[in-house]
Every structure is written in structure tokens, then in C-alpha cells.
Nanobody, 117 residues
Framework: QVQLVESGGGLVQPGWSLRLSCKVS????????LSWFRRAPGKERTLVAE????????QLSDSVNGRFTISRDNTLSTTDLQMNNLKPEDTAVYYC??????????WGQGTQVTVSS
């Protein structure tokens, strides 16, 4: 059974940093690209960042470029999202996603990030 479990969310002040982590189990982690999405209150879920199997960030939203970094550790089966200089508009539930061509998308349960003074 494929499972994705996010952690690391919380309440921070503007300008602070957070590091989200997503632990994946139930498949060969190193074979798949991974993505982080977020859903802000009252808005659709949007792509934040994507990383390929080689560990190269292949997509990063304009709104977070220069502040967020996506990474992966194939030995630990984790993907992390380092978020620096957080802004109130980064407030959202953050989800990691893994896409398998044969079975589709797998999502974590999400982790809440709130940026407020």
C-alpha cells in the first residue's frame, strides 16, 4: 500500500522558515518524480515545486522561486520542501504527490502552514 505522510507544518511569523518533509512507503521511491502542492483558503490546489528522479528541481512556482527549495533523499524515501522568508500568502495546506503512470496520483494527507504576525 502506497503511503505519503507529510510533516513539519506550523504557525510562523513572516520572514521565518519552515521545512516540510514527506515520507513515502509502499513502492520503489527512487523511480518516481515527486511534487509539492498547496491549497490556500478558498482557492484551488496549485503546484509549488516538482523534483525529478535525479534530484533536479524541474518546476518551481514563480511565487516561491528564490525562497523555496525542493529536495529528495532516495535512501530515506523522503522529499523535503525548505521554505524561507515565508509570507502571509504562503498560508495553505501543503501536500506532497507522487505520480505513477500505471496507477495515477498518490497524495499525502496534507500539513497546515500558517504565516501570521
Amino acid at each position: 500500500q502506497v503511503q505519503l505522510v507529510e510533516s513539519g507544518g506550523g504557525l510562523v511569523q513572516p520572514g521565518w522558515s519552515l521545512r516540510l518533509s514527506c515520507k513515502v512507503s509502499g513502492l520503489t521511491f527512487s523511480m518516481y518524480a515527486l511534487s509539492w502542492f498547496r491549497r490556500a483558503p478558498g482557492k484551488e490546489r496549485t503546484l509549488v515545486a516538482e523534483i525529478n528522479v535525479s534530484g533536479v528541481a524541474i518546476q518551481l512556482s514563480d511565487s516561491v522561486n528564490g525562497r523555496f527549495t525542493i529536495s529528495r533523499d532516495n535512501t530515506l524515501s523522503t522529499t523535503d520542501l525548505q521554505m524561507n522568508n515565508l509570507k502571509p500568502e504562503d498560508t495553505a495546506v501543503y501536500y506532497c504527490m507522487l505520480w505513477r503512470p500505471d496507477t495515477g496520483a498518490y497524495w499525502g494527507q496534507g500539513t497546515q502552514v500558517t504565516v501570521s504576525s
